[in-house]
């Protein structure tokens, strides 16, 4: 490329821009470095996760995400910092079951054809499935919901197989045994993201007992992200439907 | 009971006869104390676990048995001990893929009711299905054995789920997660008993991650046994069904 | 089956109730699916785990349970908890010690023969021996509490030894080092369903030394549900006497 | 459907049809129940885990399988084995790196558009990076190699980014701290496949160290498979390049 | 020694004054022996681990220090804590996002040639990687302070890759999955000290994923400090530091 | 025995009296079985473990235990409960900082020789080391505590070593890496009882390293007791020493 | 002890050895620095950890230490190497259960009065419980053994309680579930020494099992050595009865 | 710089050779992807891990690294590889203790000043250590060896105090309880290296609990690397020695 510079065959400004592709420039906070360009590189902004940040840190990212792009996601924000968020940005939206924070600069349009599905296997395990959701609908993909459908029951399951078949990546979260990822996946033919949730108690070691289980499923077409993790499991869907339709 | 035997109330033997019976005597062979008088309280003799024994220790304990009870199990036996010990005893049995050494002086009678199921999930796992399987006869119950119905291909668990139901004890083995314990618990109304195998690798910790999952079951009605424990998952089945035969 | 219906040897009813039988049909509350024919199938209705139901959750679910069974069980409620939906329903009775709240439409009437021993080691076990016992009392069994009886002192255990070993399952609940199972299930020929609990400290590591115990236990006849899970000892104990009861 | 196979609407073969797509049928071998169906339905067959079988089981299987589909692979068989299976079959091929057999009818047609990048850290992750490749073939997709550019020194990394941002799925092998797929998601948009492998040694604890890292990526697009699941991450792979393909 | 007292060549104080450096004398506070001949020795005071102290201990302690140092440090101090011993105290200064009380005679005097780098990975490892500034400095260190160059976004550590290889010792904090030591050890040649912090959830295990990555980093010139140990790594590096520009 | 009462050679109330030394009587409290009995067989009355009772509990044992024991220990007690059980009971002591509550009929008379060392590390361990020092008095021992003498600065060590050397037992608590017993152990020859301590952060797992450390000393002479279990440390030193003095 | 020594009131050879008593020298072998002057201070001689050992270091320790003591041990030293050693050795006794040699200047007297008890609950625990009998006596200790009386048949222990009652100190040697040291600590007054072994499967975790039990054992007057340490809970007993002894 | 290109102010070649200082090439072997330029870089070439290299590839490695540096270490190579890669490559040398085959072009020069002291607890230690004592000496660094000073006999450790003091950097390698670091920390004012063995047995875990104990040592100045890591520690130590003999 320094050749081609030199000779002219390429001139700086192009140059340069190619280089800052591989190094993106960042908006420094002082406490944080944020990652502009990331959009731009990866079809998705920076997703702030919120659980170790104060309120005044929150606002001032969002202040200055805004500038750069038009859908900013704040993930394990606690209801309280929400609320003083709110206050101070006004145009935030605050998804309480998924503790997400969003704001869009225009309604988010569903580009992506087909849809996620979205599977848990009790009642509490909603927050991990709805954060997976909330992320995946933000990318811009149509999220089918199936809740409360574990192997202690397992014709719940089969009564919405139909529905689970049809989609182009399945998040399942469960917790306690985390046996439903493993049904799941002997049953479909599309990559299953399984999602522990730290539900349960005793030898449940707070997540530990899913998590083995799902990383041990005899069936194929799974794959595991971290414990309670709802928002890496609906980015991984969400990029799996995306690239889908991106392609053609 | 002293001031019955004082006053005559009671004989010397008699009171004798009562006390032995919580603190029976014990034939000692230096090496061990054998609990000659188990069959007599429990109904079944005491069980030899062959692991760490020597053939020496084996034979011996085969011998003195012999004196006092019609039917011997050692478990844990592998091949080469079996062989040997064959060839100093005679008048054995060995079972390869369940590792288990028996005697009988005249064949078992099937004198219980009912029977129990032994179900595995995988190929893997039939070693552990067959010493639950054989200790499980041993006692005197039938046994309908329904193997390889692993949850990765769950239509293989129902179309078994008949005779599975059928039983008075389900006994399941599972290495890799161990997810079957809970779906056959969400389907049957017996007691199922859940043995961990150690099938498996990586992430599995030599049957922990399946262990978990049978211990965190969200259906009730399982209970579970030490990891390849075959012969607890058995002896735990026949006793169900055993008692229910003998209550009558 | 199907050819069955086709030559109108099977009316197409009674075929829909044999398909119904495997799959059931479930009320739908939105954050849950309720297995209305759960009793149907196993004798026993569905029961609540109410650890992270919230009030609002825990009345609807009772609503909706006493349109379909004349018994509801909820395990794990806190006393707040309880309050409010004792407000909320009136009729029901919470048991603070077992943290469980139950309706009934009428007593329980003790339907089956025999009973169910719950023993436990130490003063500290009791809320999990009780959440035990009244799940198994639900189920219609009698059941002789044995408390306090732990080997640090091993006589107590021997003075209640008869009343033990005249039980037809016996539950045995110990923290610490749970070694009370050992003992109990050397000296019983029941089965014994053992359950840890999170009682002690430092390397009892919340319950994990009592757990590798029991799973470790030397005495055959021993089967261990997760620490804590009072509900499961309970009912897997209530099972094994109802079955027997049943079957006559 | 009763109904309308009652009316003559729906003729029998039909609806057995429908049914047994949903309940298939199984080559019964005793040790094994083969899923001969699974190729119709999820359009890759069974695959052998040969880690714990026999010669004369996988020999079986492989002839049972040739009925029934045209390319069958076994995994995890060690060189003795696969060298006594070859003289039992003679049409196979063992991939010695990956130790994996396979047989094909005819040769692999690349149908798939697209390829998959599997990439590894260090020398010694090349058995399971090579699994993962060996089996993404065997299922119709163009694999790229890229080997040896572990985080120590990440310029090899950059090296090789072009071909890996090509890729529509990526697979990521590395032992030790496992540090590799946390940098490859922060620079790719499309789905990164994490395997740890066991290499490394004290507290690494077998591909632990590896796994947790992994599982707590800071990058969003990872998830993970067992430790040394080769398979399982090329066949996720594999499934997400084939669908894109697939749904033109 | 003993026959040079014994002879005149060493008079006693010079005999006590040797081996008084073997064995300092202590300040006796009855709950703590302090040890006020550390800074002679070392050429720096004991350092106050404030976390379980009460403020009474601590205000004692820094009384009688005092008396023995012109500098003193107390890490791990609450805000509360802070507040009330400053009320006592006076003149001491409080460093709150580093939680550290310190007070000084004189004013720090940069003594030491050379610099020591503090590398964060995320915001949320601030006060680590500033509890490990503020005893650099304090040590008599220059401390070059990069924040948030996790390895998610590799090109904002490339951004600042000068002034970190500029440094004689290279403190990088990081929780999560600890990868940035691995990173940074590959492209420098000076001594890293990883600190893993316990920032994260789920499979991170409060920083054991942290932790096991940067003791399995597979670039050499890198050692690990406990978790969350800005402290150890602080001082470590400023040890390294000193001990360059002392020997000259 | 029992010929022996047929025969008149035994009383009946002797035999009774041998028998029930085998099996003492209790006193029944409902939620507690009191071994009243104790003192009588082991020197030392029953200990009450305060941290799972109630208050309630707490003065119905000390009232139901002043009616048969001359002193009455009660461990684990909080401040608020020990406060409120004062009101009740008015004539009970409570250590602080050892977290005990203790009751004499009369003042302890120190009736044994020699004496019991008490060391620990640091500041934090006091808890601990006075649990320990506290029962050791309570059972007529005299005790030297030796406080903050941790392996970080071993002159401290050396300069009690002659107090040390001359306990008939020595305790020895620590917290962090628990290394202080492996250097004691190797410099006396009397047995030592380690104490690990939850005191520590990190890789420190609320007292583990600790725990491996002492378990692992390379001195002889070393055993261990639980975590932060400074009341059994205490009872066994005592044990001990008065084992050594009730001889003569 | 300066000043005296320069006044005369000490003469310097005096003073050396008071202070040798606190540096002992040692004996240099390169390859280990030998602590002969052990005795001397502790009242019994190095003991040699064979494990890593070679053949040619252990004849060379033995060698050395003949001339500084009339008593040498070497500890787990395997079958094939003591028999090399013997050869070069001549005249030293292999003791194979415990895995020990020893050598003896003259005859062990016994010269403790009192005796200790070695208990174990299974024959499996022989080796371990031989290895801790053994050392005790070479300490001049008399020993009763008292082997297999496991939980799972109490009577065995009942029917021995007499002579582990008299016992100065109890070793008490356990593996699966350890519950052994807990009935025994209920039942006597002396201190016991409880030593984990590593028999056992599945969660029996290589001794963690019986290790937890025994640190977490409700009944007072119970330590615990490292799983498999017979020589460290045989020194600990053999201490407490020699000290005993001694005292007189 | 781009721009400097453009105008000629830079030549091309210039420009390159400032890139590929910041990606430096690398030799493609295939299995490997050597870092020729490490060397330049960071002032020492690549080193070889061993443990899973093939013969061959070790052999591979040698010739292609002898074109680009004048000196080799291939690191946890055993005897059987390391004989028969010197019978391909003659002139290299095997450390039998160390397990470390080296080629150096000409001898090694001590170009350093100071020396690094390596410290070991015990005989078992050896292999570590002298493997972290022969990577240091490779680096040029003169060492000081003092091995078999562990806490139990801590008056060797005192013995050699003054020569542990003089290094500018001190490797201590312990395993057991892993205390030996703590002590020394204490003792001197230079950064302390601890590296944990897998030496011990039973609740050491492989090492493990030295890891613990040194990653929570309670004396500042000291940091950790992997168990058994000796090559890390030796690095290490030799960095900090060689940077300050290069700094003048």
New interface residues.
């Given amino acids: 490329m ?2 081609m ?2 000779s ?1 065959e390429l001139d ?1 400004e192009e ?2 821009a190619r ?1 800052s592709a ?3 420039t ?1 908006e420094d906070l002082g ?3 944020l ?1 502009i360009e ?1 959009e731009k ?3 998705f902004p ?2 702030i ?1 919120g ?3 104060t309120v005044e ?1 929150l606002v001032a990212i969002f202040q200055k995400l805004k500038q750069h792009t038009d859908r900013i996601l704040a993930t394990r924000v606690d209801p309280e910092k929400a609320a003083e968020a709110m206050k101070s940005l006004g145009d935030i939206t605050y998804h309480d079951q998924a503790r997400i924070l969003t704001w869009f600069k225009k309604p988010i349009l569903k580009v992506h054809e087909g849809y996620v599905a979205v599977v848990c ?4 395990d ?1 927050p991990v499935a709805e954060e997976a959701a909330i992320v995946c609908e933000a990318m811009g993909n149509h999220v089918e919901r199936i ?10 399951l ?2 919405k ?1 139909s529905l689970i078949r049809g989609a ?1 990546a399945v998040v399942v979260a469960a917790g ?4 439903l990822p ?2 799941v ?7 299953v ?1 399984a999602v ?1 949730t ?32 709802g ?3 609906g ?2 869907a969400g ?2 439907n995306k ?2 339709s991106v ?2």
């Avoid at 296997?121 to 509490?124: E, H, L």
């Avoid at 809740?147 to 719940?156: K, P, T």
């Avoid at 306690?176 to 046996?179: I, L």
């Fill in positions: 320094l050749s510079v030199k002219g700086v140059a340069k280089i591989q190094f993106p960042v406490f944080a470095q990652d990331r590189r990866t079809g920076e997703v996760f659980e170790q940040k840190q296997a009790g009642t509490s909603l809740y409360d459908v574990g192997v202690a029951g397992i014709h719940r089969f009564a197989l182009n306690m045994e985390g046996a493993s049904v996946g002997g049953l479909v033919s599309k990559p993201i522990p730290s539900i349960g108690y005793g030898a449940n070691f707070q997540g530990l007992s899913a998590l083995l289980s799902m990383l041990n499923a005899c069936a194929p077409g799974i794959a595991v992200v971290n414990i309670d993790n928002f890496g499991a980015y991984y990029l799996i690239n889908r392609q053609k």
